[in-house]
């Protein structure tokens, strides 16, 4: 699996002697790895009088300078320009955490202008297996999926025989397998989407089976939890609700469609939620990247935001493939409610954030697809074992 790691520095500078600098950090267990194919440094800017008067390099965080181009070599002109070198195996600094420095000299003195000066780190790393979008801000940015790069490393763990498998369909490595009975994957709680009021999911599944509600993912515990992502027959749907058995109308929302008609196919979902829509826009799906028209129930008073996954003690634990029944108290019972026949790979979530259709696009793509939405970060194992592994 292939993924781009970029950094930047897009504040814009103007003068006849510049210095941007792209501030990389959590970096260096990549470079460690040895993923990392090559490292791109780019500059975009704006001569004033000629191009050719001009020199551009950058210095990385060991002191090693790197020419972009000298005086003398660039055409003339005065059009803006992206200029970029690729750094290969040999040539890479010893650290790439730190400030990577880029400079920017007119000797007619210019008052050139920089509009962007980015760091671009290809890795690829055929450990990089399904994996769940963690609610995890790393420097202002969100990165569901990919290289944990905060080593917090948190993943699903699996229960009840559920495996990982092989299954390179569209660009996939590996993808969760359930048996339809009591196989899930499942992590402790997440309250990272208490009370949002946009979010969004994405996954992939692969029904083995219509004939039964199967959960996809979830952080629900049956008794407690905020959102259900799960097929019933041919409906993809979302639940928005935290649920209590003693509650008759807990304040909720339902959302379906109906597009899913043929089991031993894989499928792209992505489900968008706005509370500042109304009640028919609130929540949009998209199947393959095709939007798809919705019905919407609301339970008592509907709801303008995520639930609370728990309103008192422990929420529920995230889950893929089934949902992991909890006592009010939040502990759990044994029991897995609404498993998965199929597979399952590639969900995420983004609390905070709309998926416009440009990420859709991009998400439905392919399985595991490289790039991604604004601000993307890619998850790497510390220990190099694919998930589901101690």
Not at 153 to 175: C, E, L, S, W
């Amino acid at each position: 699996m292939s993924q781009d790691l970029e950094y930047n520095n897009d504040s814009g500078s103007t003068g006849s002697a510049i210095q941007v600098d792209v501030a990389v950090e959590g970096i260096d267990d990549v470079l460690g790895a040895s993923l990392v194919d090559a490292i791109v440094l780019s500059l975009s800017w704006t001569p004033q009088f000629d191009a050719s008067f001009c020199e551009g390099y950058v210095i990385d965080p060991d002191g090693t300078q790197h020419t972009l181009f000298n005086y003398g070599q660039l055409p003339s002109g005065t059009s803006p320009r992206v200029d970029s070198i690729t750094l290969t195996s040999g040539s890479y600094p010893t650290s790439g955490n730190g400030a990577w420095e880029f400079y920017l000299n007119d000797s007619y003195g210019g008052s050139n202008s920089v509009s962007d000066a980015l760091v671009k780190f290809e890795v690829t790393d055929t450990l990089m297996p399904a994996t769940y979008g963690e609610s995890i801000w790393y420097n202002g940015k969100q990165y569901p999926a990919g290289i944990d790069l905060t080593n917090n490393q948190r993943h699903v763990y699996p229960d009840n025989g559920a495996a990982m498998v092989n299954d390179t369909a569209f660009g996939g490595v590996k993808a969760f397998e359930f048996d339809g009975t009591d196989d899930v994957y499942s992590d402790s709680a997440n309250a990272t989407l208490n009370g949002v009021a946009t979010c969004s999911w994405s996954m992939w599944v692969k029904p083995a089976s219509l004939a039964n509600k199967g959960m996809i993912f979830c952080n629900h515990g049956y008794r407690k939890g905020n959102f259900q992502c799960y097929l019933s027959g041919s409906t993809v749907n979302l639940l928005l609700a935290y649920f209590d058995p003693a509650y008759t109308t807990p304040d909720g929302m339902r959302v379906y469609a109906n597009s899913i008609n043929t089991a031993n196919q894989w499928y792209h979902i992505a489900m968008t939620f706005d509370g500042n829509e109304p009640v028919a826009d609130r929540v949009r799906i998209w199947i393959d990247d095709q939007e798809e028209t919705t019905t919407t129930t609301e339970y008592g008073s509907g709801t303008t935001t995520v639930p609370y996954n728990n309103i008192a003690g422990t929420g529920p634990p995230v889950a893929i493939g089934g949902l992991v029944d909890t006592s009010l108290g939040g502990n759990p019972s044994g029991t897995i409610r609404y498993p998965l026949d199929g597979r399952v790979d590639d969900c995420r979530v983004f609390p905070s954030y709309k998926l416009t259709t440009d990420d859709i696009t991009w998400l439905s793509s392919g399985r595991g697809v490289a790039g991604g939405p604004p601000d993307f970060r890619a998850f790497y194992l510390q220990n190099q074992s694919p998930l589901g592994t101690v």
